[in-house]
């Protein structure tokens, strides 16, 4: 059974894995699609190893590197010496980088929205690399089928690490494609650690994208969980030819069915890529509204 973890849950498993206590292991093998629970369990899937938090990442910082429970993931922080007390917290993830190499393209967007009392995060998931040579630990596999119940796992894992750090009074997520698929599956499956997210070129609808892939776990299947008091702007552009609109508005519907604050929006003539999506003033308008 699939189960649901709520952020109260993770502090306190986080607190026992800083004093070297815990539960037993979490899994972190790849799960196959299977239908959703009908209701939350009150369990958690991010329990920790018994082992302290330190030994599986011993040099996090939450500056550069973030302790993820079965991983340890590289971020880059911005506006960390201005953030002041319980700032709001921004977190970037990028898309699946399918082509090869480097991951860190956020770092061209992330800095913009460091203002006083805003810190931004540019996190690489697991396995992924950015343009110095650091790596999250973790499996990218061939950049394929990889929203993985572990991978899913470990980006929660983070960024509840770091709102827990900077005491944040909002959390807000920025995912490009993948990263936003993965978000969007934080949103329901480990509810109340995203307050507000920006789910660009989203293929949160996953199995008529991508119906062979068996590894993944798709947005929809955790979409029923996502707290009231969310608040969700979907938007894709308008010639984009690898993840359409199609691939999105099902997940928002069903969170505006449930009176879940979540709009859809075209980005007029944006492609997949990032640098045509960014640039706009429609998503710099959305991101900056979840902010403020």
């Known amino acids: 059974m699939r189960m649901v973890v709520r952020l109260s849950t993770l502090v306190t498993v986080l607190f026992l894995a800083a004093c070297g206590g815990g539960g037993g292991g979490g899994g972190g093998a790849a799960a196959t699609a299977s239908p959703a629970p009908s209701a939350p369990a009150n369990a958690s899937e991010l329990v920790v190893a018994s082992l302290p938090a330190n030994t599986k990442c011993p040099s996090a910082d939450n500056i550069i590197l973030v302790y993820a429970g079965n991983e340890c993931l590289v971020v880059r922080t911005f506006g960390a010496s201005t953030a002041g007390v319980n700032p709001k917290l921004v977190v970037f993830v990028h898309g699946d980088v399918s082509a090869g190499g480097p991951a860190d393209y956020m770092d061209n967007y992330a800095p913009a929205y460091a203002t006083p009392g805003v810190v931004t995060v540019r996190l690489l998931r697991p396995g992924y690399p950015d343009s110095l040579g650091a790596i999250s630990t973790g499996d990218a596999g061939n950049r394929l089928d990889t929203y993985t119940a572990n991978n899913i796992q470990a980006v929660a894992h983070a960024i509840a690490v770091l709102r827990v750090h900077y005491k944040a009074s909002r959390v807000v997520a920025v995912g490009h494609s993948g990263g936003a698929a993965i978000l969007a599956s934080v ?35 955790w979409a029923s969980f996502v707290p009231a008091g969310t608040v969700v702007r979907a938007l894709t552009g308008t010639a984009d030819t690898q993840v359409a609109s ?8 069903v969170l505006a069915a449930r009176s879940i604050n979540a709009t859809y929006a075209d980005i007029v003539g944006a492609t997949h890529s990032s640098s045509t999506i960014f640039t706009t003033t429609t998503v710099q308008d959305a991101i900056s509204g979840l902010i403020n």
């Not at 329901?188 to 307050?195: A, T």
């Not at 199609?246 to 519907?253: D, E, G, H, K, L």
Request: proline share 12%.
């Open 246 to 253: 199609t691939f999105v508005t099902p997940y928002i519907n």
């Open 187 to 221: 949103l329901g499956k480990h509810p109340g650690i995203i307050d507000r997210a920006a789910l660009l070129a989203c293929p949160c609808d996953l199995r008529p994208w991508r119906p062979t892939w068996v590894n993944s776990q798709t947005a929809m299947d």
